[in-house]
């Protein structure tokens, strides 16, 4: 583990959590029951990608 690092906004990665919360609005765009704009929620998800450890550049 002390080859990998984490990204200097690490935290934001905790806020992508939020979007699981947020995902049967999503859905139910998808069986036609939601809007269109209930597909924003998803952008909660890529927050996550901060919380993965990245390899140290030497």
Avoid: N, R, T
């Avoid at 002390?2 to 998808?30: C, N, Q, S, T, V």
Wanted: aromatic share 30%.
């Amino acid at each position: 583990m002390k080859k990998y690092k984490f990204d200097k906004y690490w935290y934001l990665g905790f806020l992508g959590f939020i979007g699981i919360y947020k995902l049967p609005l999503p859905l139910e765009y998808f069986y036609g029951k939601g809007s269109a704009l209930a597909l924003i929620h998803l952008l909660w998800f890529l927050w996550f990608i901060f919380f993965i450890p990245q390899k140290k550049i030497i």
